[in-house]
Structure formats: structure tokens, C-alpha cells
Nanobody, 115 residues
Framework: QMQLVESGGGLVQVGGSLRLSCAASGSIFRINVMGWYRQAPGKQRELVAKITSGGSTNYADSVKGRFTISRDNAKNTVYLQMNSLKPEDTAVYYC?????????WGQGTQVTVSS
């Protein structure tokens, strides 16, 4: 069993910054991928960024250069630093943990960017 607890969402103005955190607890496998996805109203959930347990990263084109994903394996925590936020970044952000064959989701945290 796995639990993912997210924090750090909120309301921010255009151009501002937020840092999301996701702490994993439970049965954690050494080789895994943790990431952030988001879902805006009326849209499908999409990948924002992901990072392997070895530190390899992958970003959506829309956030490259603005968002940075990192992780602390000792704390089983993944972070998403979001800078230069835009109104189109407004969404519920979900933490994800994947290690074959397991795929877990957090409860989601709202990020709202106001203009």
C-alpha cells in the first residue's frame, strides 16, 4: 500500500512562484518514477514532469524552462518548483508514483494563477 500526500498549492498571481511537495509512505520500491500531472476543468489529465529514482527527468513542453522537478530519496519526497506561472497553469496537480506494476495517485492540490 502506498500513500501520497501533496502540499503547496494555492492562489498566485501571474509571474509568481509556487513549490509543490509530495511525500510518499508505504511500500516503496527502490526503482520507481515519481511525477506530477495536472488536470484543468474540461481537459484531460496531462503529464507536467516526472523523475526517476536515478534522477532522470522529463518535462512537458509547456513548462520547460519554468518548472523544475526534484526529489529527495531519503525522504521519499518529490518537489515541483513552478516559476513564471501563467493563467494556463491553473489546474489540480496530482502526484504520481509508478513502479511496475503499481501506479498510485495523490488526492490532488489546486493551483490557481490569477491575472
Amino acid at each position: 500500500q502506498m500513500q501520497l500526500v501533496e502540499s503547496g498549492g494555492g492562489l498566485v498571481q501571474v509571474g509568481g512562484s509556487l513549490r509543490l511537495s509530495c511525500a510518499a509512505s508505504g511500500s516503496i520500491f527502490r526503482i520507481n518514477v515519481m511525477g506530477w500531472y495536472r488536470q484543468a476543468p474540461g481537459k484531460q489529465r496531462e503529464l507536467v514532469a516526472k523523475i526517476t529514482s536515478g534522477g532522470s527527468t522529463n518535462y512537458a513542453d509547456s513548462v520547460k524552462g519554468r518548472f523544475t522537478i526534484s526529489r529527495d530519496n531519503a525522504k521519499n519526497t518529490v518537489y515541483l518548483q513552478m516559476n513564471s506561472l501563467k493563467p494556463e497553469d491553473t489546474a489540480v496537480y496530482y502526484c504520481n508514483y509508478y513502479s511496475v506494476p503499481y501506479n498510485y495517485w495523490g488526492q490532488g492540490t489546486q493551483v490557481t494563477v490569477s491575472s
